[in-house]
């Protein structure tokens, strides 16, 4: 199992993962492993945040989507919010 994107704080911990999904994600041996992927990090505790791979946000957009439950660093971003 992989994952697109592992959102982390600065201290590593898992705040979100990002799954870029794009058409082959309409096909039921797709479907299935996408739900097995989602039961899996929903007993891990872990946050999914699916998105569409021809329709990305931009970072603003992002963090807005992962706002309500921890701020998110981006590294290179001089306005990230400080984790720690």
Same mark, same amino acid.
């Given at each position: 199992? &992989? !994952?697109d994107?592992?959102i982390?704080?600065?201290? &590593?911990?898992?705040?979100?993962?990002?799954?870029l999904?794009d !058409?082959t994600?309409?096909?039921?041996?797709?479907k299935?492993?996408d739900?097995?992927?989602?039961?899996?990090?929903? =007993?891990?505790?872990?946050r999914?945040?699916?998105?569409? =791979?021809?329709?990305?946000p931009?970072e603003v957009a992002?963090?807005s989507m992962?706002?309500p439950q921890s701020p998110?660093?981006c590294a290179? &971003?001089?306005? =990230?919010?400080?984790?720690?």
């Amino acid at each position: 199992m &992989s !994952a697109d994107f592992v959102i982390c704080a600065k201290d &590593s911990t898992v705040l979100a993962v990002i799954e870029l999904d794009d !058409a082959t994600h309409e096909r039921a041996n797709r479907k299935a492993a996408d739900d097995k992927k989602d039961r899996a990090l929903t =007993a891990a505790g872990l946050r999914i945040v699916r998105m569409q =791979a021809k329709a990305l946000p931009d970072e603003v957009a992002i963090r807005s989507m992962i706002a309500p439950q921890s701020p998110v660093e981006c590294a290179g &971003s001089a306005q =990230a919010p400080n984790i720690g």
